[in-house]
């Protein structure tokens, strides 16, 4: 009775077993969280922080100095072309136009200078007059010699011999000068250097034209029509020649303007789609690359590193509405893209020997696939061989995970 109730037992064992084993072979595999591949429209971006920018930007400079009198326009005012926008006290143009005079009269002095070179007139002139003097020098060295014989002899004072070494030290110094004239002359002038006391003249009269014409108050105009978007002078300030006054942009034009770093400025292109985004601002918006500066410049990023950039302009195929100057904007070159593609996530890809795989989840096990792939783009990832739409890819696969183990599939959007 008692070995009936053991073996009674030990086919319970067994069974139990046995079921244990099946469950955990058919419902208790390894959870993996997995994705559809889907057919989809994919783009490979170049992205970067971009500033919203206004066409004819200029910064109004003072030409003049003087005291601010009145200030005719403030930030936000709409201003034409020729625009008075303020206006100098105009008690020290006098004072300006006599420095004017001055710095004239020393352009022209170099100015003739520089033309006389290789004069032969004021060249034979000049031989003339040292020929001249060195006969003059000879003889008063020959007269030297009887003054210093009859101070020897006590017939004349010492102040005298002082006297006529003082004269022929003197002599011999205009020699001198007479010399490096010549030399001077001899010497050939660069066309270039009198082009320059040319342009210089002219800039000094213009100057003078402008103070001149503007009466007992100078007057500052505006070179372009637009709106005002910055001031920094008020009623009051005294200017100097080439301070800021105020900062005149076309609103009504705007563009944006992005630093690309030039490791990746090779894969932008003039004409390219740009997407254009802030979502604090709620802005969405498309554009093109419409220019690419030809120079690179260093730019020191937030986290204190020197950058080489290269300056590119968008336009936006339409202006939001509310967008302003200076706003920041999120930036995607479109550089490839593709439709009607087959996308996975990234995550799902990995790398042995040089050659792309995924895991299939297929029928409750993983399947090793060998996968050929295309852009990426964010999270996403193209396939162009190797899977087909709708099979299931294991994302982030575990390290342990082989070909053929069983796997509970957690389905991701």
């Not at 220019?291 to 302009?313: C, H, M, T, W």
């Not at 783009?377 to 162009?384: C, I, K, Q």
Request: charged residues 25%; glycine residues 8%.
């Amino acid at each position: 009775m008692m070995k009936k109730k053991i073996f009674i037992a030990g086919i319970l064992l067994v069974i139990v077993a046995a079921s244990a084993f099946y469950f955990l072979n058919q419902g208790g595999g390894l959870q993996v969280n997995a994705a559809e591949a889907r057919i989809g429209k994919i783009e490979e971006y170049v992205e970067e922080t971009g500033v919203v920018a206004a066409r004819n930007h200029i910064q109004v400079y003072s030409p003049a100095s003087g005291k601010v009198t009145q200030v005719l326009l403030d930030i936000g005012d709409q201003v034409m072309e020729g625009d008075v926008l303020a206006r100098l006290d105009g008690e020290t143009l006098s004072l300006q136009l006599a420095q004017l005079d001055a710095q004239r009269s020393a352009a022209l002095a170099q100015l003739n200078d520089a033309r006389k070179a290789g004069d032969a007139n004021a060249i034979r002139s000049i031989q003339l007059d040292i020929q001249q003097l060195s006969d003059t020098i000879q003889d008063m060295e020959e007269d030297l010699e009887n003054t210093r014989t009859l101070y020897e002899a006590g017939a004349i004072s010492k102040d005298q011999l002082d006297s006529a070494e003082r004269s022929l030290e003197t002599q011999k110094t205009n020699l001198e000068k007479m010399r490096l004239q010549l030399n001077q002359l001899n010497s050939p002038v660069s066309q270039n250097l009198i082009a320059q006391y040319e342009a210089q003249i002219r800039q000094i009269d213009l100057q003078k034209e402008e103070l001149a014409s503007s009466g007992e108050d100078y007057t500052i105009v505006s070179g372009t029509s637009g709106t005002v978007l910055g001031k920094t002078v008020e009623k009051g300030s005294y200017l100097q020649p080439g301070m800021s006054l105020m900062e005149i942009g076309d609103t009504a034009n705007l563009y944006v303007e992005s630093d690309i770093l030039v490791s990746e400025i090779g894969d932008v292109e003039e004409g390219q789609v740009v997407r254009l985004q802030n979502t604090d601002l709620g802005v969405e918006a498309t554009g093109k690359v419409y220019n690419i500066y030809p120079n690179a410049f260093s730019k020191v990023s937030d986290l204190g590193v020197e950058q080489k950039r290269i300056k590119v302009e968008i336009e936006m195929d339409q202006v939001p509405v509310g967008l302003k100057p200076g706003y920041d904007l999120q930036v995607r070159i479109i550089t490839k893209s593709s439709e009607d593609t087959l996308i996975i996530p990234e995550n799902a890809v990995f790398t042995m020997e040089n050659i792309d795989y995924v895991f299939v989840a297929s029928d409750g096990f993983a399947e090793l696939r060998e996968i050929q792939t295309g852009i990426q783009s964010g999270n996403d990832m193209e396939v162009l061989s190797g899977l087909s739409e709708g099979e299931l890819v294991i994302q982030s696969p575990d390290g342990d995970l082989e070909e053929g183990a069983a796997v509970e599939v957690i389905m991701q959007e």
